[in-house]
Antibody
């Protein structure tokens, strides 16, 4: 059974930093690209970042570029999101999501999602 | 960035009736479109990809159609468990992957 379990979400001050983690199991982690997708309170879905199966390629949404860094440790089946210079509009539930297609693929659809970890940026 | 627009924002439907949800892309995305269902307090679930291919385990009452800029998700006979928010997502031109704003299907 595929499982994605996020952790690390807390209340943080504006300008602060945070690292989110996602522990993956039930599939060959290093075959798949992984994404972070967030959802603000009462809002829709916003793609945040993608990392390729081997960690060699990373991509970011404009709203987080230069502030967030995605990484992975395939030896630990883990995905991370390093978040700096946090702002109030970064407040959201952060999901990690597994790419449906393996390898280097352009089919970025998500067949498995975690339950999310809540990040609140507030003074 | 490709903008995805969903309509209507809210759809009121009686159980057993047909529901038709629309999604429009700001430029052609071929058939690189997915649909997700999200229930309160849950993560999204993949329903459809490639505009019309059902994901694993998705009931046949869910169907997708369209290409280019206009897409439709049809639920042929709404069951109680289908009342939820539905999102479309394009993956043709990325980054970024973009989602529509969602359509809430509620009980009439």
């Amino acid at each position: 059974e595929v499982q994605l379990v996020e952790s690390g979400g807390v209340v943080v001050l504006p300008g602060g930093s945070l690292r989110l983690s996602c522990a993956a199991s039930g599939f060959t982690f290093d075959d798949y690209g992984m994404h972070w997708v967030r959802q603000g309170p009462g809002k829709g879905l916003e793609w945040v970042s993608l990392i390729s199966w081997d960690g060699g390629r990373t991509y970011y949404g404009d709203s987080v570029k230069g502030r967030f860094t995605i990484s992975r440790d395939n030896s630990k089946n883990s995905l991370y999101l390093h978040m700096n210079s946090l702002r109030a509009d970064d407040t959201a539930l952060y999901y990690c999501a597994k790419n449906q297609g393996a390898g280097y693929t352009s089919r970025h659809t998500y067949d498995y999602w975690g339950q999310g970890t809540l990040v609140t940026v507030s003074s | 960035e490709i903008v995805m627009t969903q309509s209507p924002a809210t759809l009121s439907v009686s159980p057993g009736e047909r529901a038709t949800l629309s999604c429009r892309a700001s430029q052609s995305i071929s058939t690189d479109l997915a649909w997700y269902q999200q229930k309160p307090g849950q993560a999204p679930r993949l329903l459809i990809y490639g505009a019309s291919t059902r994901a694993t385990g998705i009931p046949a009452r869910f169907s997708g159609s369209g290409s280019g800029t206009e897409f439709t998700l049809t639920i042929s006979s709404l069951q109680s468990e289908d009342f939820a928010v539905y999102y479309c997502q394009q993956y043709n031109n990325w980054p970024p992957v973009t989602f529509g704003g969602g359509t809430k299907v509620e009980i009439k």
